[in-house]
């Protein structure tokens, strides 16, 4: 399963072509509104305003952990626009992990499908970090900050 085939939709409801980033590096991130790390939502659009010709940033809500994304798209899109200006992408909820876990993080998460290794999605804002090929780089833990240099060091 290549990453470019799965499906997924956006906040709204519309599929995402994910091929259509095929010139650019795609940073996943699982998100939630009510974490101690929301304010990354900042470094995440600064992240996307300093690289956005060469990366997409796409936000994944999820509300699997502590409960901390309870609200539905509208109130979610909403919450992204208004507290912390996103402009980048934002799908639909969807599970990271369990028996219901979305395609998407079954690739980013499991190394029979990414071809690079194997992670589980241990809270909010877990960063999973592909290239313009659509093959794995890395992930990195909630407590790396957007702007961390173990990133940038990937768009330089």
């Known amino acids: 399963m290549s990453l470019h085939d799965i499906q997924i939709h ?24 009510k974490c101690g790390f929301t304010p990354q939502y900042d470094g995440l ?5 300093a690289y956005k010709e060469k990366l997409m940033i796409i936000g994944v809500p999820c509300n699997q952990f502590g409960g901390q994304e309870p609200g539905n798209s509208s109130e979610i899109q909403s ?25 998407l993080y079954k690739w980013l ?3 029979e499908f990414n071809g690079v290794k194997n992670s589980s999605v241990k809270w ?23 702007m961390s240099k173990k990133i940038l060091k990937h768009l330089a």
């Open 10 to 33: 956006d906040i709204s409801g519309s599929r995402i072509d994910l091929s259509q980033f095929r010139e650019k590096k795609i940073f996943f991130v699982n998100v939630a509104s």
């Open 45 to 49: 659009q600064e992240l996307y305003d």
């Open 79 to 103: 919450f992204c626009k208004l507290n912390y200006g996103v402009s980048f992408l934002i799908t639909e909820k969807v599970e990271v992990k369990g028996e219901n876990q979305h395609d």
């Open 109 to 111: 998460t499991k190394k």
């Open 124 to 146: 909010n804002f877990q960063k999973y970090l592909v290239d313009e090929e659509g093959k794995f780089i890395n992930y990195y833990y909630s407590i790396t900050k957007p």
